[in-house]
T-cell receptor
């Protein structure tokens, strides 16, 4: 069974700090990795995706992938209160379906 | 671009009735649409995958006779919850894909069955 694990949190960080969110997955055949942000009562919105080992940066966000360790992370620099949300990690095998983790709640305090 | 809409955004129905939820890709053609369900404090669980013009593929444990999916065109898919019960109350979210790895999510439909 394909599983995606995330710490449920909440992860509390002060405004301006770096928030680090982690995710592990069980299926070594996973090829694409996604981070979504979900505000309460809303649907997920894509933050970024990563396919290759290493780091990928997009503004304040950096995704890190280590396929050997089956580990993917998301760093949020200069965290803002508006970043407070649940962050969902999702993995995909090929061009098939997404498997989501349960998400990590992030709380950024002013 | 890549906007997906859902209608209605919320619905309340009585137990035993059926409810239809529409998912539309507004500015692109979706070769595949996905239906998810999310219970409070839980993650999104894929219910089914549908391709235009063909029968939906349901995930294990999802009753295909209860959750009817129709993908009539490249821009419209519908989910009908038949004979709804209170345990079907949930947040239903659709997403649409164009054949690549990215999916575009709709805003979701909150269903409450009384």
């Amino acid at each position: 069974q394909k599983e995606v694990e995330q710490n449920s949190g909440p992860l509390s960080v002060p405004e301006g700090a770096i928030a680090s969110l982690n995710c592990t997955y069980s299926d070594r055949g996973s090829q694409s990795f996604f981070w979504y942000r979900q505000y309460s009562g809303k649907s997920p919105e894509l933050i970024m995706f990563i396919y290759s080992n290493g780091d990928k940066e997009d503004g304040r966000f950096t995704a890190q992938l280590n396929k050997a360790s089956q580990y993917v992370s998301l760093l949020i620099r200069d965290s803002q209160p508006s970043d407070s949300a649940t962050y969902l990690c999702a993995v995909m095998q090929g061009y098939s379906t997404l498997t989501f983790g349960k998400g990590t709640m992030l709380l950024v305090s002013p | 671009g890549a906007v997906v809409s859902q209608h209605p955004s919320w619905v309340i129905c009585k137990s035993g009735t059926s409810v239809k939820i529409e998912c539309r890709s507004l500015d692109f053609q979706a070769t595949t649409m996905f239906w998810y369900r999310q219970f409070p404090k839980q993650s999104l669980m894929l219910m089914a995958t549908s391709n235009e013009g063909s029968k939906a593929t349901y995930e294990q444990g999802v009753e295909k006779d209860k959750f009817l999916i129709n993908h009539a065109s490249l821009t419209l898919s519908t989910l009908t919850v038949t004979s709804a019960h209170p345990e079907d109350s949930s947040f239903y979210i659709c997403s649409a894909g164009t054949g690549g790895s990215e999916q575009y999510f709709g805003p979701g439909t909150r269903l409450t069955v009384t």
